[in-house]
């Protein structure tokens, strides 16, 4: 699964992917460099987060001011004759200017995005919530909320499975320039050699030796 959103002409393009070993690919792609994370799925709360957002004054204030200077304007032109209409047309200005102004302001608060965090509350990655499309979206957050559900409250997790979990996070500390090569091949011998795991049964919280 995977979907590609374009940030704006200068802030370039933005592409989750969701891999086959179990991690999501999110890459950052602008005019002069590419940066991409990997994160692993069991790292990811899958309560996503949507927050929408528009300011409503700003907008009204936009209104009031561009309707006071059409009237300005108008009863300038059709009461007064020049130079007598100067200072309703200057008054017409202003008040355009200042509808422009609020106009931008209510464009800019415009929020729609949908945050992915962390099991301990840290913002990992954010995505549009309308780019392509709303639907699309949607789509893309409930497969990756699925895929996430599936890894971590499958009933109980076995042994077999705990040693895939912990090996993943082994290459992914090695990938990122934590644990040395010797480290991580210490570390794959430990969890390859452990006969008894600690196996979480996340129905009643009970851990079983």
Not at 96 to 112: D, Q, V
Not at 155 to 174: C, N
Not at 176 to 194: D, F, G
Request: with cysteine.
């Amino acid at each position: 699964m995977k979907i590609s959103q374009k940030t704006g002409l200068f802030s370039g393009k933005v592409t989750a992917h969701i891999a086959n070993n179990d991690e999501l690919i999110f890459t950052h792609e602008k005019m002069l460099n590419k940066n991409t994370t990997k994160f692993l799925l069991d790292h990811i709360d899958p309560l996503y987060e949507s927050h929408k957002q528009f300011s409503t004054i700003a907008a009204v204030m936009s209104l009031t001011f561009f309707t006071l200077s059409i009237f300005l304007y108008w009863y300038g032109k059709s009461y007064f004759v020049p130079p007598e209409d100067i200072g309703y047309l200057f008054m017409s200005a202003i008040t355009f200017i200042a509808s422009l102004a609020a106009g931008t302001k209510a464009l800019r608060s415009k929020l729609n995005v949908v945050c992915f965090k962390s099991h301990d509350g840290r913002r990992l990655f954010t995505l549009y919530g309308n780019k392509p499309s709303t639907k699309e979206v949607e789509l893309f957050c409930k497969s990756l909320k699925n895929k996430i559900d599936k890894i971590k409250y499958n009933g109980e997790i076995s042994s077999e499975r705990m040693k895939e979990i912990l090996s993943r996070h082994v290459e992914f500390l090695f990938e990122n320039n934590v644990l040395s090569q010797t480290e991580k091949e210490t570390a794959l011998n430990k969890i390859s050699n452990k006969t008894n795991l600690n196996v979480v049964k996340l129905a009643n919280n009970e851990k079983n030796a």
